[in-house]
């Protein structure tokens, strides 16, 4: 398996998308997990991007549509949408209260 062209280790990969999303949202709770360990083999893994799930509760989403919050995170992720992420599960809520 071929190492990612900009991603480092899957450590570093975890860190640099926490460190994105912290600055983007300062969120009440985020969760990130590298779940690529059960896609080895996967076709579209190959060339070392990864596979992670995202949980992130932030006032940022407050009044936005699903798809919009997606979009935001994606937008926050930038570069390492195409350099580090294959697959990217994610659930973005607002805190209880929209506050």
Request: net charge positive; glycine share 12%; no cysteine.
């Amino acid at each position: 398996m071929s190492a990612p062209a900009q991603g480092g280790t899957a450590a570093g990969r975890l860190e640099r998308i926490r460190a994105a999303l912290q600055a983007a949202f300062a969120p009440q709770a985020l969760e990130v997990e590298d779940d690529s360990h059960r896609h080895a083999g996967h076709a579209g893994a190959r060339d070392g991007r990864g596979h992670f799930n995202v949980r992130i509760v932030s006032a940022a989403f407050a009044g936005m549509a699903p798809l919009a919050r997606h979009r935001a995170v994606y937008a926050a992720l930038g570069a390492m949408m195409q350099t580090d992420i294959h697959a990217l599960s994610i659930r973005a809520e607002a805190p209880p209260g929209g506050a």
